[in-house]
Nanobody, 129 residues
Framework: QVDLVESGGGSVEAGGSLRLSCVDSTYTGTTVTFGQYCMAWFRQAPGKEREGVARIASDGRTYYADSVKGRFTISRDSAKYTLLLEMSSLEPDDTAMYYC??????????????????WGQGTQVTVSG
């Protein structure tokens, strides 16, 4: 089983930066928990549908939504048990609840919420200005 927990959200001014992280709270230190997973970040603003932001496969290949290309970076740490989302040049339109998600096995072509099995509870990002 996987229990995902996000952190790092907060309030920043437009143009600022923020780093989100996601960990598996069930990790015992005896295995590399995320090694066989496709990992992703999604976000949802009030009154809008949930949208995919970025995705990273077990082999390190990444994909980004057009709206965040060049501004956001998804990665795993060296131990592969922490998922990161580094955000820069933040805009008010980036304001949303951000969710970490995981899918067992290979990534699929569509970055859609229905393709992911495990979800965190979310961390709020608010961008002013």
């Amino acid at each position: 089983q996987v229990d995902l927990v996000e952190s790092g959200g907060g309030s920043v001014e437009a143009g600022g930066s923020l780093r989100l992280s996601c960990v598996d709270s069930t990790y015992t230190g005896t295995t590399v928990t995320f090694g066989q997973y496709c990992m992703a970040w999604f976000r949802q603003a009030p009154g809008k549908e949930r949208e995919g932001v970025a995705r990273i496969a077990s082999d390190g290949r990444t994909y980004y939504a057009d709206s965040v290309k060049g501004r956001f970076t998804i990665s795993r740490d060296s131990a592969k048990y922490t998922l990161l989302l580094e955000m820069s040049s933040l805009e008010p339109d980036d304001t949303a609840m951000y969710y970490c998600a995981a899918r067992w096995g290979a990534c699929v072509r569509d970055l859609a919420s229905a393709n992911f099995h495990y979800w965190g509870q979310g961390t709020q990002v608010t961008v002013s200005g």
